[in-house]
């Protein structure tokens, strides 16, 4: 069993930036892949971006590649998403996962934990 906990969302002008970090309970953190997906009101919930259990691969969804960067500190048990260059249409409750294969595809069933999620607004 995983809980995940996320924190950093909030309201950021067009331009700015955050860092969302995703806390982890339990032991095997540094195997597992992880996430991050976003949802906005209305749409399907979209992988935003996802880093393998070694740390070595990443990949981005192309709205977000140059902006945003995935990384994790498997010491503390944490994943982080700086995202930069925000945009209005980056306005979304992002929720962070973990994949025990250590793979982390792109697709939510994937995924077997899941965080509560954080909501980030980006006025224009």
């Known amino acids: 069993q995983m809980q995940l906990v996320e924190s950093g969302g909030g309201l950021v002008q067009a331009g700015g930036s955050l860092r969302l970090s995703c806390a982890a309970s339990?032991?095997?953190?540094?195997?597992?892949?992880m996430g991050w997906f976003r949802q906005a009101p209305g749409k399907e919930r979209e992988l935003v971006a996802a880093?393998?259990?070694?740390?070595?691969?990443?990949h981005y969804a192309d709205s977000v590649k140059g902006r945003f960067t995935i990384s994790r500190d498997d010491t503390k048990n944490t994943v982080y998403l700086q995202m930069n260059s925000l945009k209005p249409e980056d306005t979304a409750v992002y929720y962070c996962?973990?994949?025990?294969?250590?793979?982390?595809?792109w697709g939510a069933g994937l995924y077997d934990y899941w965080g509560q999620g954080t909501q980030v607004t980006v006025s224009s």
């Open positions: 996962a973990a994949d025990r294969s250590g793979a982390g595809g």
């Open positions: 339990g032991r095997t953190f540094s195997r597992y892949a």
């Open positions: 880093i393998s259990w070694s740390g070595i691969n990443t």
